[in-house]
C-alpha cells in the first residue's frame, strides 16, 4: 500500500504536504512546531490536520506491519500464492487482511475440522462438485467411520455439510459482501430488559440504520446495554444474504447435493458469519462513535481553554455549598490569594445576614471587581445571594457564573497540596475557582482534561484514544497561546511542545534557585535541555524583561536574522518594534511585495507572514481578540422565564444533537440542532463552539423536569 497517497487521498491533500509532514513527525518534531514553523514544507497545514495526519500515519504503518505478518505466516506454511500476495497487498483495512488469513490461522477444533479428521473431506468435495449422475446419500455410505462417530449416512452427510459450512465462512470474498451489506440495510434494534423508567426510555423499543445512526445515539444505546437495562442486536434482511449466498454455492442444475449444499451455506451464515458480522458491526459504529465523541470533547476542550481571561481584577472565588458553608478565597489581579473565609448564606444555616456583612467588608478591603461563582451544588441560591448583596454596596461588583467542573479534582490533588499547604480542600477549590476567571487556559491545565466537564460519554470512551486526544488539544492551545518563562506554573510549562513534567520542573527550579530568565537562550542553560528540544519549545516560550524584543513574540529564534533583515529593508529599527511604531509595515510589505521580500530574506511567504504579524504586536494574547465573558449584576429563576424571551448567552457545552447555553437562570438551556441555523446542520459544532456569546430565544420552559428549550436567533 502507497500510505503517503492514501493518507493523501483521505485528508484531501497533495502528496507532498504528507511527505513532508511525514518526515518531519519522523525526525521527532512536535505537531505545534510543524504546524507554526514548517508551514513552506507542509502548506501551511494547521494542528488539527498534522494530529489526523499523524493518526492515519500510526495506523496504516500498523496496517503495514500486520500484512507482512499474515504474509510471512501463510509462507510458512507454504500455502502462499499469487493470488494470496495481490491479495493481501491490496487489502486496505484490518478486516479484509485478517479475513484472507481466517482459513490459514490455527484453529481450535471445530465441528469442520473433527469431520475432516473422521476423512468426510473428498465427501464435501463431491457434494460441493453437484454432479447430477452423484447419488450423495449412496456416495455417503463408503465414509461410515464408527471409529470417528461416523456411524450413519446422516452422520456423514452431517460432517460434510460442516466442513462446507466453514469453507463458506472463511471465504473473504463472502465475509466482505455481508459486512458491506449488513453495514448498509442492517438496523440497531433496542429492546426493554425492564418495566422501570429510566434514562433509556426512548430505546425501550427502537430501530434505526446502522449506518445513519448518530453517535450519541450509539453510545447511549452502548451505556444502556452495559447497564442492563437495555438489549441491543443488530438485525438485517438474512433472506437477503442467503440469496447472495446461495448465488455463489450453488450449481444452476438440481442435483442430490443441491439441499445439502444450501443447508450448509446457510448454516455457514447463521451460525459462524451473522454472529461475528454483527459483533464486528456493532464494533465498527461504537468504534465511529467514540471517535466522534473524542472529536467533540477536544473540540469543546480548546474552545473552553482559549476562553479569553480577565485581565487586571481582583477576583473572590465564591464556591457553594449548604451544610458546610460557601468557600470564600479573594485573588488579586495577578492570581495571588489576598484572603480567605467561609459564610453560610445557604440552607440550613441561612445566615444571610451575618455572611453579607463579611463579604462587603472584604469587597471593599480588597477592592474586588468581580465575584466567580461555581455552578455546582447550592450555586443557584447563592446566586440569588450575591445578585442581592452586590446591589447594596458602593463599589461597583459584578458577578459570573463558572463551571467548576473538575475543581474539586485540582484542590484534592498533590499539586493543589504543594500550590497551597496553608489551605484545606475547599478552600483550594474556591482559589481555582476565582482563577479560572482570570486565566482559564493556566487555571485549567492543572485538571486532568477528562475532569473539566465537556465531553460526552467520556467514560465509554477508548481511554488510551481519549487521552492522547486531550493531550494534544491541550499542548497545541498552550502552545498557541505561549507561556511567559518566568512565571508560568509548572503545570502550564509541562504541556508546552517539547516540554515534559520533568523538564518544566527543571525550569521551575532554574528560576528560582540560579536566576530570572533575562532571554530565551538561557534555557539552553537548563539541565534536560538540549538543542532539539529547544528548538521544539522556544518559539512557544516568553520572556517580556528580554533586551530582545523578539523573545517576547511567537517569533522562533531561527528566524530574528529574517526579522531584522526586514525591518532594515523597509526603514525601520528594532527600537520601532518595542514602541510600537510599526503600524505602516503590512502596507509596505504589500507594496514591496510579499513573495519578492520573503526571496530576498530566504524564507517563505508564510513566516514572513507570520513575522509581519508579532511585529506588530509584541507580546500579543490571541485569546484577547474573542468576545469577552459576560458579566451579570442580577439573577434570574427558570420559573420566570416565558416563551419569547430572548438572551445573550454563554455556550457552555456542545453535543452532537445540539449546544447547552447559559443564559443566567442557573440551568442551561438546550438550541437542539435543528433549532441552531435556518439551514441544515450536520453537527451542532459546526455552527457553535464552547465559549461563543450567542443570542437566543425561550421556545418551551418544564419547570418541573428543568428543562429550558431554546433556539439561536440567526
Wanted: glycine residues 6%; hydrophobic residues 40%.
Amino acid at each position: 500500500m502507497d500510505i503517503i497517497a492514501k493518507i493523501a487521498e483521505e485528508l484531501k491533500i497533495k502528496r507532498t504536504q504528507v511527505e513532508a509532514a511525514v518526515n518531519l513527525i519522523d525526525e521527532g518534531n512536535t505537531i505545534p512546531f510543524i504546524a507554526r514553523y514548517r508551514k513552506e514544507a507542509t502548506g501551511s497545514l494547521d494542528d488539527e490536520k498534522l494530529r489526523e495526519l499523524g493518526e492515519k500515519l500510526e495506523f496504516y504503518r500498523a496496517l503495514d506491519t500486520r500484512r507482512a505478518d499474515v504474509r510471512r505466516l501463510i509462507d510458512e506454511q507454504g500455502k502462499l500464492t499469487e493470488e494470496l500476495i495481490e491479495a493481501i497487498e491490496n487489502a486496505q483495512t484490518l478486516s479484509e487482511l485478517e479475513d484472507i488469513y481466517r482459513p490459514y490461522r490455527p484453529k481450535r477444533r471445530t465441528r469442520a475440522s473433527i469431520a475432516a479428521e473422521a476423512g468426510l473431506t473428498p465427501l464435501a468435495e463431491l457434494m460441493l462438485e453437484q454432479k447430477k449422475e452423484v447419488d450423495i446419500a449412496a456416495e455417503a455410505e463408503n465414509y461410515l467411520n464408527p471409529e470417528k462417530k461416523i456411524n450413519t449416512v446422516a452422520d456423514a452427510l452431517n460432517g460434510a455439510k460442516d466442513i462446507i459450512a466453514e469453507r463458506v465462512s472463511d471465504n473473504a470474498d463472502f465475509r466482505k459482501w455481508i459486512r458491506e451489506y449488513t453495514y448498509k440495510h442492517g438496523n440497531i434494534v433496542s429492546k426493554a430488559k425492564t418495566e422501570e423508567d429510566s434514562v433509556y426510555r426512548l430505546y425501550y423499543d427502537y430501530t434505526e440504520p446502522l449506518s445513519k445512526m448518530p453517535s450519541h445515539r450509539v453510545l447511549a444505546v452502548d451505556r444502556g446495554e452495559k447497564e442492563g437495562i437495555l438489549s441491543v442486536k443488530v438485525e438485517v434482511d438474512k433472506d437477503k444474504i442467503f440469496d447472495y449466498l446461495r448465488g455463489q454455492m450453488l450449481s444452476a442444475r438440481e442435483c442430490s447435493s443441491t439441499d445439502y449444499v444450501r443447508e450448509a451455506t446457510d448454516d455457514a451464515y447463521e451460525r459462524l458469519i451473522a454472529p461475528s458480522v454483527q459483533t464486528e458491526m456493532r464494533n465498527t459504529v461504537t468504534a465511529n462513535a467514540q471517535e466522534q465523541a473524542i472529536r467533540v470533547f477536544g473540540e469543546n476542550l480548546k474552545n473552553l481553554l482559549m476562553l479569553p481571561p480577565v485581565r487586571g481584577k481582583v477576583v473572590m472565588g465564591f464556591d457553594p455549598a449548604y451544610r458546610t458553608g460557601c468557600k470564600i478565597a479573594i485573588v488579586d489581579e495577578f492570581g495571588d490569594v489576598l484572603d480567605t473565609t467561609v459564610v453560610y448564606p445557604t440552607p440550613p444555616q441561612n445566615k444571610q445576614d451575618e455572611a453579607k456583612a463579611k463579604l462587603k467588608a472584604l469587597i471593599n478591603k480588597h477592592k474586588v471587581d468581580i465575584i466567580s461563582i461555581g455552578n455546582g451544588t447550592a450555586s443557584k441560591e447563592s446566586e440569588i445571594f450575591v445578585a442581592g448583596m452586590i446591589k447594596e454596596i458602593e463599589r461597583p461588583v459584578s458577578y459570573i457564573m463558572t463551571n467548576e467542573a473538575g475543581a474539586s479534582v485540582y484542590s484534592a490533588s498533590k499539586l493543589a497540596s504543594e500550590e497551597f499547604p496553608q489551605f484545606d480542600v475547599s478552600l483550594r477549590s474556591a482559589v481555582s475557582i476565582a482563577r479560572r476567571l482570570q486565566d482559564p487556559l493556566a487555571e485549567l491545565v492543572k485538571i486532568d482534561p477528562k475532569a473539566i466537564g465537556v465531553g460526552q460519554y467520556q467514560h465509554d470512551m477508548e481511554q488510551k484514544a481519549l487521552d492522547n486526544s486531550l493531550a494534544g488539544v491541550v499542548e497545541s492551545c498552550v502552545s498557541g497561546v505561549g507561556a511567559d518563562l518566568n512565571t508560568a506554573s509548572v503545570s502550564l510549562l509541562s504541556h508546552i511542545a517539547g516540554i515534559n513534567s520533568k523538564i518544566a520542573k527543571s525550569i521551575y527550579e532554574y528560576r528560582t534557585t540560579v536566576s530570572r530568565f533575562k532571554t530565551r537562550s538561557e534555557l539552553l542553560k537548563v539541565k534536560g535541555i538540549g538543542e532539539k528540544a529547544y528548538k521544539q519549545c522556544v518559539g512557544f516560550l516568553r520572556v517580556p524583561e528580554s533586551r530582545e524584543v523578539l523573545d517576547n513574540t511567537a517569533v522562533h529564534p531561527e528566524s530574528y536574522e529574517a526579522a531584522y533583515s526586514l525591518l532594515k529593508l523597509l526603514g525601520y529599527t528594532r527600537e520601532d518594534v518595542s514602541e510600537r511604531k510599526l503600524q505602516e509595515l503590512p502596507k509596505k510589505v504589500e507594496e514591496k511585495g510579499d513573495a519578492k521580500i520573503a526571496s530576498e530574506l530566504g524564507i517563505g511567504v508564510p513566516t514572513l507572514n507570520d513575522i509581519v504579524s508579532e511585529l506588530l504586536k509584541p507580546g500579543r494574547d490571541p485569546r484577547d481578540e474573542l468576545p469577552p465573558q459576560i458579566l451579570r449584576t442580577d439573577a434570574m429563576d427558570i420559573s420566570s422565564l416565558k416563551t419569547g424571551m430572548e438572551f445573550v448567552g454563554t455556550v457552555r457545552n456542545v453535543a452532537d444533537f445540539g449546544a447547552f447555553v447559559d443564559i443566567g437562570v442557573h440551568q442551561d438551556g438546550l438550541v437542539h440542532i435543528s433549532k441552531l441555523s435556518n439551514r441544515f446542520v450536520k453537527r451542532a459544532s459546526d455552527v457553535v463552539k464552547v465559549g461563543d456569546i450567542i443570542k437566543v430565544r425561550v421556545i418551551d420552559v418544564d419547570v418541573a423536569k428543568k428543562r429550558i428549550s431554546l433556539e439561536k436567533i440567526n
